[in-house]
């Protein structure tokens, strides 16, 4: 079993719609979450961090966790075409490995117009 | 603006060839990492350093070797190239100062091709 997995995709949406990124992690013991987007050749851009049960908000961005079920999910909602690119989630577990992320392998996203 | 910097950004050569990668960084961080992305595999850790005394390896070092110059800089070396180190690489910092998140910025990546 993967340490984080993503549904690789692709994700397709049209435009004005909500999008819903799913990931799970195998390790209970971690801590923070991370999603970051990724453009076709381009480095990593974090866009939401979260790390305790619930919802986070940050404009049209949600991320959500749920702890016990070992699940952490992201909304984008009013999609738009830029929206279109990978979404890697990310893992920081606690213990020995502090600091290290684990990352997903990614889901594609495309938003059509 | 406080950056994260990587040169070469692109790079071709030969299987046996040493290559450095070198990555500096203004942001303040104290922890600097290194990671490959593969398609398909995602981002996998190489090496990382939380301090300049302080090296590990990651899940994947074999082949690979590091240099913590300065806080500021950390490079990644290849003693003897091969064709499956062909990736894109991508130097990461954080704040072990930052609180409970240690979020994680990346520099621009460089594209490394082995012949």
């Known amino acids: 079993q993967k340490e984080v997995e993503q549904n690789s995709g692709p994700l397709s949406v049209p435009e004005g719609a909500i999008a819903s990124l799913n990931c799970t992690y195998s390790?209970?013991?971690?801590?923070?979450f991370f999603w970051y987007r990724q453009y076709s050749g381009k480095s990593p851009e974090l866009i939401m961090s979260i790390y305790s049960n619930g919802d986070k908000e940050d404009g049209r961005f949600t991320a959500q966790l749920n702890k016990a079920s070992q699940y952490v999910s992201l909304l984008i909602r009013d999609s738009q075409p830029s929206d279109s690119a990978t979404y890697l989630c990310a893992v920081r577990s606690g213990g020995t490995s502090y600091g290290k992320l684990t990352f997903g392998q990614g889901t594609i996203l495309t938003v059509h117009p | 603006d406080a950056d994260v910097t990587q040169t070469p950004r692109n790079r071709i050569t030969k299987t046996g060839k040493r290559i450095m990668l070198e990555c500096s960084q203004t942001?303040?961080?104290?922890?600097m990492y290194w990671y490959r992305q593969d398609p398909g595999l995602g981002l996998r850790l190489i090496y990382y350093s939380f301090d300049v005394k302080d090296i590990n390896k990651g899940e994947i070092s074999d082949g690979y070797s590091v240099s913590r110059q300065a806080q500021a800089k950390f490079s990644l070396s290849l003693e003897s190239a091969i064709p499956n180190q062909t990736a894109l690489y991508f130097c990461a910092t954080s704040d072990s100062r930052a609180g409970g998140y240690n979020e994680q910025f990346f520099g621009p990546g460089t594209r490394l091709t082995v012949l």
């Open positions: 390790d209970r013991g971690s801590q923070s």
């Open positions: 942001k303040g961080h104290d922890r």
